[in-house]
């Protein structure tokens, strides 16, 4: 059950299937693969991504498509194997759908898209903007370019490139690199004082470097061959070469074309490396003026050849140096990062992004929180920093007071997670997860254990597959639900939901692969795996919970409602329980049993059926009641609230001189439960009854 915005506890609602019958079936149940997660967010601009790992593909959910039951027309593939029904895919790729437990995929919303981390051990993360789906960031680098220099005598190291001061025309004007140098006045032929210029010997590499529509850069390319300058006089006279003549131009070919979804090419050149005190990159802006706020020198992917007249003077930016993004599979956002780690390869190592560029892991930016590299297993932020775990401790991270940099602090050295697609931040501010010894939570600075009062219930949690374990708050309830695989079940069949005070149990799904809520004003929780539809077969898909769907009857079960032991505070004196009043809303013409047990006994000593509707005041039903239809006073009915009403369960007389008792409610179908009360017939100490 769960508690109503009117302060009842009711029975749970469906699930039912996001996508509704409109007479052609549930497109979304008809694939017949596995869903092993879903994630959901809202861009900027408006539009709703909804995106699914299905079997070996990764799917977008285009919308609800009645006159199309076909799977592809309703959920179209971004990424899968050639062969995807519904494809071709976007791009292809294939992933492991395999029952060994392994983490849940993972879909993390950013500003412009959706970072997608598949379900695998060696997935490539992808990312999607609502139009393009792709790797993120670049793997590899370009290749070397190779470069051109101006022809002398004495410098053949041109490769047929002209190109120097000496022989530009009127639109170009004049060359500008290479470093010059005066000595002052000298005397010419014609006894004419003028100034002697020098252009120094000197030498020049360059690199490259890819930038995608997302912003990302790829690792740098090796640095090109060096084009170098022999040293060169000039006299200021018109007779002779003069200073602007010295300076020269360069140019770079084989510039290398990056991958799909690469739209510009960042030039980056060395000042000149034998006057300039730096071997440093810099990037080569576009132009002059405005061109230095470009997005790249090179601003399409097709050009290959460059020629170079910038100055060392316009070179200020310095060379962003990422590396290849592997393999890895945890990712989360916080203090406007990307954060990537438990690398297929270094499984405890963390890497971060630029700021808001969410696939570009500059090559400095890295950290191992356990000393011992133990595998991360969680990342999550939180207010002021951001929670991470192994298995067995759990660290803080905060920025450094200077704004630059973080810090890394061991919260505990012996609480760690075990599941993190488990953990989710309360709107009280608590966070929860998944430990191996049961559910922990960090509020005001401290871990502690918060699953004492289900201990015996965590010991039955199947260790080998806590990994896939999924949870989610309810923004509605204010709850942390998480669903956990138990015994030697291989799914995540239990789900235990936390209030902040206390823990209850719900099993209305029995198969639950991931679950989220919606990042919109509906803030819907949805679910991913198995439901049962009344005298059917289990079926595989995206579920919405506590929704009710008149097109779909959920497999009746049972909701339970057990209470604590009455008179627990005062049972060194004896009572005998006469009359117990429950306090239910109007919901359905039936019935409802109730078990009582006593003196601390898990054994049933009565059970009594008492009516599920006042029976002097009969209401209408929803769902029952003809529109139109009469009362017996011949009086239109209408249907307005459900009222609430008491209604009287009498005791047996088998809980008579009780020291204690309580009480378990159960029923199978809709009920709306607010309290209970009960009159007693106080008894002397020495009052006993016979067992």
């Not at 039951?69 to 995807?84: D, I, K, R």
């Not at 060994?100 to 950013?110: C, E, G, I, M, S």
């Not at 909701?559 to 032991?565: D, G, N, R, V, Y």
């Amino acid at each position: 059950m769960y508690p109503t915005e009117e302060g009842t506890l009711r029975s749970v609602w469906g699930p039912s299937p996001y996508i509704p019958n409109y007479g052609n079936g549930f497109p979304s149940v008809t694939l017949g693969v596995r869903i092993w997660g879903a994630g959901h967010m809202v861009r900027w601009d408006g539009k709703e991504l909804l995106v699914a790992q299905w079997g070996n593909a990764i799917r977008v959910f285009r919308g609800w498509n009645a006159a199309a039951a076909t799977p592809g027309n309703v959920w179209e593939p971004l990424v899968g194997p050639s062969g995807t029904p519904g494809g071709p895919p976007d791009i292809e790729g294939d992933f492991e759908t395999d029952s060994k437990p392994r983490f849940p995929p993972q879909f993390v919303p950013t500003p412009g898209g959706m970072v997608i981390i598949p379900r695998g051990n060696s997935s490539t993360p992808y990312f999607y903007d609502g139009l393009v789906v792709g790797p993120l960031g670049y793997e590899h680098g370009p290749g070397a370019p190779v470069g051109w220099g101006p022809r002398t005598d004495t410098d053949p190291n041109d490769a047929g490139y002209h190109h120097d001061g000496a022989n530009v025309n009127n639109d170009f004007k004049y060359c500008r690199l290479g470093t010059i140098t005066t000595e002052g006045m000298v005397s010419d032929s014609s006894a004419t004082s003028s100034v002697r210029a020098t252009l120094l010997r000197g030498s020049y590499r360059c690199a490259l470097q890819w930038i995608d529509r997302w912003g990302n850069l790829s690792p740098l390319s090796g640095r090109s061959n060096a084009v170098s300058f022999s040293e060169e006089d000039a006299i200021d006279t018109s007779a002779s070469k003069t200073a602007e003549d010295l300076p020269k131009q360069v140019a770079w070919c084989s510039l290398q074309d990056g991958p799909d979804g690469t739209v510009g090419k960042i030039l980056l050149r060395t000042k000149d490396e034998l006057h300039s005190g730096t071997l440093a990159l810099f990037e080569v802006p576009a132009n002059a003026g405005e061109g230095s706020l470009a997005f790249a020198t090179i601003t399409d992917n097709v050009t290959d050849f460059y020629p170079d007249n910038v100055p060392d003077s316009w070179l200020v930016r310095q060379a962003i140096d990422p590396i290849g993004v592997r393999p890895f599979k945890l990712y989360t956002v916080a203090f406007g990062r990307g954060f990537a780690a438990n690398y297929e390869d270094d499984p405890g190592l963390i890497r971060w992004t630029m700021p808001g560029v969410w696939g570009t892991f500059p090559r400095n930016n890295f950290i191992y929180p356990d000393p011992k590299g133990a595998p991360i297993t969680g990342m999550h932020a939180v207010a002021g920093g951001m929670l991470i775990f192994t298995e067995a401790t759990t660290f803080l991270v905060r920025v450094n007071d200077s704004g630059e940099g973080f810090r890394f602090e061991t919260l505990h050295s012996s609480i760690g997670c075990v599941a993190p697609s488990s953990i989710q931040t309360m709107s009280n501010g608590t966070t929860l997860w998944l430990g191996r010894e049961g559910f922990y939570q960090y509020s005001g600075g401290e871990v502690s254990l918060a699953s004492q009062d289900i201990d015996v219930h965590v010991r039955a949690f199947n260790r080998a597959r806590m990994l896939e374990a999924v949870a989610a708050v309810d923004s509605r309830t204010r709850t942390y639900r998480c669903w956990v695989a138990t015994a030697g079940s291989l799914r995540n069949d239990q789900c235990w939901e936390f209030d902040g005070a206390g823990w209850r149990r719900r099993s209305d799904m029995a198969d639950v692969s991931g679950v989220f809520v919606t990042n919109d004003h509906r803030r819907y929780m949805m679910a991913t795996g198995r439901a049962t539809v009344s005298g059917g077969s289990a079926r595989e898909a995206l579920w919405l919970l506590d929704h009710e769907n008149q097109a779909w009857t959920p497999t009746s079960r049972s909701a339970i409602l057990e209470t604590s032991w009455f008179r627990a505070f005062r049972s060194e004196r004896r009572s005998s329980p006469m009359v117990i009043h429950f306090w239910f809303r109007e919901t359905e013409n039936t019935t409802l049993s109730f078990e009582v047990y006593r003196d601390w006994r898990e054994k049933t000593t009565q059970t009594v059926t008492v009516q599920l509707h006042p029976t002097d005041d009969i209401p209408p039903f929803w769902g029952t009641t003809a529109l139109g239809a009469t009362d017996s006073d011949g009086d239109k009915v209408t249907w307005k609230k459900r009222r609430p009403y008491w209604i009287r369960g009498t005791a047996d007389i088998s809980v008579r001189g009780a020291e204690v008792f309580k009480l378990r409610i159960a029923h199978t179908g809709d009920w709306d439960f607010v309290g209970i009360s009960f009159d007693e017939v106080p008894h002397a100490d020495d009052f006993r009854m016979p067992r």
